[in-house]
């Protein structure tokens, strides 16, 4: 097993699947101990849990909802109990968006922004003193393209993936001076629960793959390793940035 992440406590938020679980997994093999949370997907997470044991990587898996500042300060409490330290956090829990703005309901804004960003808030101000106090730490939010650029019927998305850029900028300044990096990594097209509807769409397939240069739509493995190195020792003069991972979606626009 790689060394790059040996004995490093990792949080890692929607890792009952897709990129979350890809992320979980790769820093497992690479030596992390490693908590993982997801709100509802119980099955998705314990088949997480169950591919790092088999790595013989420490794992505590726990039901947390992003939007429960209780929740998630339980999390970091019982992340600290059971590891003493948390070194990365990697905030990848995220949903989507499913109207068009003219019949966006206040409650679907509210979950929207609620899961992408409120949740992203919560969990890199809960880490901060632990890392502030090691002077180590490495945050990773997870972003989107849709972040960078607008989609039809998206909006709220669009805004609440722009402002987790924008925090991670800001978080990134606040902790002018320490040894703490901050980050985010803005995927393109991946096919994960979130997306496969859409992909198992021929022609919605066929639309996007046609508008990626790589000319294939991205897996979860195509993620991973990005969020790795911006969590890696190598990425420390790499601070408030955006890596954006699609393909190279974004040249064509
Ligand atoms: N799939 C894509 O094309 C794509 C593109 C750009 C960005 N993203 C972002 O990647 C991240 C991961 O999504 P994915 O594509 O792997 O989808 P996914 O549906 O496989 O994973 C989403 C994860 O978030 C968790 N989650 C959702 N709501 C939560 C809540 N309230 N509390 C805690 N956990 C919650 C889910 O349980 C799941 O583990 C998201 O932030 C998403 O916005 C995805």
Not at 119 to 137: E, H, I, Q, S, W
Request: glycine share 8%; aromatic share 6%.
């Amino acid at each position: 097993m790689s060394s790059r992440f040996h004995n490093k406590v990792a949080i890692v938020t929607g890792a009952s699947s897709g990129i979350g679980r890809a992320t979980a997994i790769s820093l497992a093999r690479e030596g992390a101990r490693l908590v993982i949370c997801a709100d509802r997907n119980v099955d998705g997470l314990e088949e997480t849990r169950s591919a790092i044991a088999e790595l013989e990587a420490e794992c505590l898996a726990m039901r947390v909802d992003v939007r429960s500042q209780e929740q998630i300060e339980a999390c970091v409490q019982a992340t600290l109990e059971r590891f003493g330290t948390i070194d990365i956090l990697v905030n990848n829990a995220g949903t989507g968006q499913f109207a068009p703005f003219a019949s966006m309901e206040n409650d679907e804004y509210d979950r929207v922004m609620d899961i992408n960003l409120r949740g992203t808030f919560y969990l890199c101000r809960a880490v901060l003193p632990t890392m502030m106090k090691n002077d180590y730490g490495k945050i990773v939010n997870v972003t989107s393209v849709m972040g960078e650029v607008a989609a039809q019927g998206q909006s709220v998305y669009n805004a609440s993936k722009g402002a987790a850029k924008l925090l991670t900028q800001g978080i990134a300044v606040d902790v002018t001076g320490s040894n703490i990096n901050v980050n985010a990594v803005a995927p393109g097209m991946v096919v994960t629960n979130m997306t496969q509807r859409m992909f198992a769409n021929e022609k919605m397939e066929r639309f996007f793959t046609e508008r990626i240069p790589k000319r294939r739509i991205g897996q979860p493995e195509d993620i991973a390793p990005a969020i790795l190195f911006l969590c890696s020792d190598e990425a420390s003069y790499i601070h408030g940035t955006t890596l954006v991972v699609d393909g190279g979606m974004l040249c064509t626009r």
